[in-house]
């Protein structure tokens, strides 16, 4: 069964970049990345950026034009560079896989990386 692992968070002021990276670890039949998440405390948890299968991205307006999300499906990583970055961005961020198995979706969260955004 695969794991999924996030990394790249941390302290940053505001107008600084990150690049936070997400792991699968393990073989996985059918299973696929689909995007960035971000929960800031006392709030409910959003999606920041989705990316298909056939590669087409969304992006949440708050993000739209600081944010980049990307993967390398040979390396089974999913990225996200996050430029431009305001205060209002601090939060975990998560990163989300799905695996389709009999129609049914299995869904696989890493335990998140803590981005910090403040002078």
């Known amino acids: 069964q695969g794991q999924v692992a996030e990394s790249g968070g941390g302290l940053v002021q505001p107008g600084g970049s990150l690049r936070l990276s997400c792991v699968l670890a393990?073989?996985?039949?059918?299973?696929?990345?689909t995007g960035w998440y971000r929960q800031a405390p006392g709030k409910e948890r959003e999606l920041v950026a989705r990316?298909?299968?056939?590669?087409?991205?969304n992006y949440a307006d708050s993000v739209k034009g600081r944010f980049t999300i990307s993967r390398d499906n040979a390396k089974n990583t999913l990225y996200l560079q996050m430029d431009s970055l305001k205060p209002e961005d601090t939060a975990v961020y998560y990163c989300?896989?799905?695996?389709?198995?009999?129609?049914?979706?299995?869904?696989?969260w890493g335990q998140g990386t803590q981005v910090t955004v403040s002078s």
């Open positions: 989300h896989w799905q695996q389709i198995v009999a129609g049914s979706i299995i869904h696989y």
């Open positions: 393990g073989s996985i039949f059918s299973i696929s990345p």
């Open positions: 990316i298909r299968t056939d590669g087409r991205t």
